[in-house]
Each structure stands twice: as C-alpha cells, then as structure tokens.
C-alpha cells in the first residue's frame, strides 16, 4: 500500500484533460503519497492549450512541449510514453498517476504494474474500460469536484444519490459486495470494511463509492440495506451479509 511518503509521477495529457479539474485531481493523489514528478504533455503553440498555461505555474506542472509534426498521430501520447518508461527505470516512484482517457495508455499500465508499481488512473466516465482495468485504481473526475471534507458532504447531495432499490438493482455492483465481504470474512462472519474496498478495487479499478453519491464507502453499502455493519473492536467498521429470509 502506498504511503503518505511514497513518490508518485504524475503525467497529464493535456489534450484530453480540463485545466479546471486538474487542482482536485492532485488533492486526490495527495492521499496516495507526494507528487514528486508533475508533468503536462501537449503542443503549447495551439490555442486550445492556451488555458492550460495558468494552471499549470500555479500549480508547479512542468510543461511539456511536443509538436504535432505528422496530422493524425499523436506525438503527445509518444512523449508522455517515453518520459513514463524513463522515470519508471529510476526505480524511484512507488506509483504513477496518469491522467487521461486515451487507450493508448492501457499498455503503458500494465507495463508499469509489471514491475510491481502501482499505477492511479484519472479521467471522465468515456474512458474506455480496457484502460481502466489496466490501471490499479482508477477515479472518475466528475467526483474530484471539491477539495476538502465539509463541501465533499454538499457536493454529494448535488450529485443525486442513487436510492436503495436501484442500489439493490444494480448486480454488478451488489455480487461484488457480497464476494468481497465473503472473502475477507472471519469465521463468524465479519470482514473488515477497509478490506472489503480494497477488494472491490481489485475486482473493479473503477469502484468508488462517489459514484453512486456516496462520500464514504459505508454510507454507500449501508444504503444497500443489505449488510450489518457495526463498530469494529479493532478500530474502523466490520460488515456482514445479512441473512436472507428462510436462512
């Protein structure tokens, strides 16, 4: 597991990321370790890039430039590729962060996660799913909206939670509650609920109790009304299948 400490790489591709999003997303990466590396990859000559510029001074992301020499090829993913695979030979970073949607990252990924570092994937719901998967954890940006705790809790209730009946209704996400809750369980029953989310990860890159409209992976598997959940003695939350009827 990655701790505060732990030097992560953090490689942005320009042109698939909103500047706007870019502060939330590495108050996101704090919680994994320290931003050692952060780097913006695009053409700085074109005008659409224009609003990057401000984001990244404040922000401290070194940007990258690539001309787009050939129409139709993207040099940029070239550049951000290369840059990864030189950082990763320095055996310095414990994991990297790349934020974009392209698939052409997926290999990228895995090649990273080969050598046993832990990659952390940003990038809006259009992400295609074999990038996703490729990557540790990966985080949807319409989430990483706000920064700290107290607007977290208002900016849940602005993305609409989604109800317990469709919670109950959604089979991917209750089968692999259940499996996850199983498979950490003691034999009385209980897992740790920390555990249950690594768990979910594994299986799902993707799973993030956000969402849903959840700001805590409790309030979500709560919300399922389909599991126990109590304080643990150890410290932190343990939770257990409920029994179904006739049981």
């Not at 790489?9 to 590495?26: E, S």
């Not at 070194?62 to 940029?76: H, L």
């Not at 989310?197 to 598997?221: A, C, E, H, I």
């Amino acid at each position: 597991m990655v701790q505060p400490n732990d030097l992560l790489a953090v490689l942005v591709d320009a042109d698939n990321v909103p500047p706007a999003k870019i502060g939330a997303v590495l108050a996101e990466v704090a919680r994994f370790g320290t931003a050692s590396v952060k780097r913006v990859y695009g053409d700085w000559t074109k005008p659409n890039l224009s609003s990057w510029k401000p984001v990244a001074s404040e922000h401290v992301i070194q940007p990258m430039q690539q001309f787009a020499n050939t129409v139709g090829k993207n040099a940029t993913d070239s550049a951000l590729i290369i840059d990864a695979m030189d950082l990763l030979y320095m055996r310095r970073f414990r994991g990297f962060c790349i934020v974009s949607s392209n698939s052409d990252f997926t290999r990228l990924a895995s090649r990273i996660r080969e050598e046993g570092v832990i990659v952390y994937g940003f990038r809006e719901r259009k992400t295609p799913e074999a990038f996703r998967n490729a990557c540790d954890r990966f985080t949807y940006l319409d989430v990483l909206e706000v920064l700290d705790e107290a607007a977290a809790e208002s900016a849940a209730a602005a993305i609409t939670r989604v109800p317990p009946p469709k919670l109950r209704g959604d089979t991917k996400l209750i089968s692999g509650l259940r499996i996850s809750v199983t498979t950490a369980s003691g034999e009385d029953g209980w897992a740790n609920l920390a555990t249950v989310g690594q768990l979910m990860r594994k299986q799902q890159p993707d799973f993030d109790s956000r969402n849903w409209g959840y700001t805590k992976l409790s309030d979500l598997v709560r919300a399922t009304e389909l599991f126990l959940i109590e304080t643990w003695s150890a410290g932190g939350l343990q939770v257990q299948n409920k029994k179904k009827s006739g049981d």
